[in-house]
Nanobody, 113 residues
């Protein structure tokens, strides 16, 4: 069974940085496309970054140039720089497309202006 546990969120000032981590068990990260998703209150859960088996990355326009997705062993990372108030959300990792049973608790990112 795939289990994903996100961490690394917190409160940061606008312009600051955070690095999120996603620890995976029951699944080899390199075996499929993985992504980071985020969901702000009253919004849908959207994909913001993904990385394929071959290491190719893709980003939503809203985070391009500021966020970097990477993976090492059984951990997926999201480096977030130049954070903006609109980046505030709960961040989740999952396969792309997502596996419903694999959603974790997410990690909260709060950005103060």
């Amino acid at each position: 069974q795939v289990q994903l546990v996100e961490s690394g969120g917190g409160l940061v000032q606008a312009g600051g940085s955070l690095r999120l981590s996603c620890a995976a068990s029951g699944f080899r990260l390199g075996a499929g496309t993985m992504g980071w998703y985020r969901q702000a209150p009253e919004n849908s859960r959207d994909l913001v970054a993904s990385i394929t088996m071959s290491g190719s990355t893709n980003y939503a326009d809203s985070v391009k140039g500021r966020f970097t997705i990477s993976r090492m062993a059984s951990t997926l990372y999201l480096q977030m720089n130049s954070l903006k108030p609109e980046d505030a959300a709960v961040y989740y990792c999952n396969l792309v497309p997502p596996q419903r049973s694999s959603w974790g608790q997410g990690t909260q990112v709060t950005v103060s202006s």
